[in-house]
């Protein structure tokens, strides 16, 4: 068997992991083997050392290749805060339902009750939220004509 088929071979077989195991690594350590098999047609002659070479560069160039492009994806998301319930209120207007004493109260939010803090206010008072920590409402007083 000669080394074009066992590039061949070798990305076939890395392709078809890809298939059977998570993740996108070994689909382009394949189409490297690929790459190095289609080289090898253009250049007969070439070595074991030069396929080698070939090989690495070809596997990381692939491989940085999606890392760019899975990375511009991922960091262009358009929900953002889909899993973070709380980040989602922000900017939300919600009437108090007991007293903020001290800074600290709760709101009806839907059909809970959420922990706010903000400024003292009275229970039936408007807010709105201005910012999250953790599950706890960073809340400010929204005027009767908003």
Not at 5 to 18: K, N, P
Not at 98 to 106: F, H, M, P, S, V
Not at 107 to 117: C, I, M, N, P
Request: glycine share 10%; hydrophobic share 60%; proline share 4%.
């Amino acid at each position: 068997m000669d080394l074009i088929s066992l590039w061949w071979i070798a990305a076939l077989v890395l392709i078809a992991a890809e298939i059977v195991l998570p993740g996108f690594f070994l689909l382009w350590i394949g189409l490297a083997a690929a790459g190095v098999g289609i080289l090898l047609l253009l250049v007969p002659g070439l070595g074991l050392l030069g396929q080698a070479v070939a090989f690495a560069a070809l596997a990381f160039a692939s491989c940085f290749g999606y890392w760019r492009l899975a990375r511009d994806s991922l960091r262009a998301t358009p929900a953002p805060t889909l899993n973070r319930r709380a980040e989602q209120l922000v900017g939300q207007h919600y009437v108090l339902a007991t007293a903020i004493e001290n800074g600290r109260g709760k709101a009806h939010v839907g059909d809970s009750l959420w922990s706010v803090e903000g400024p003292d206010l009275p229970a039936g008072a408007r807010v709105a939220v201005v910012g999250v920590d953790g599950t706890l409402l960073r809340v400010q007083a929204v005027d009767a004509a908003d």
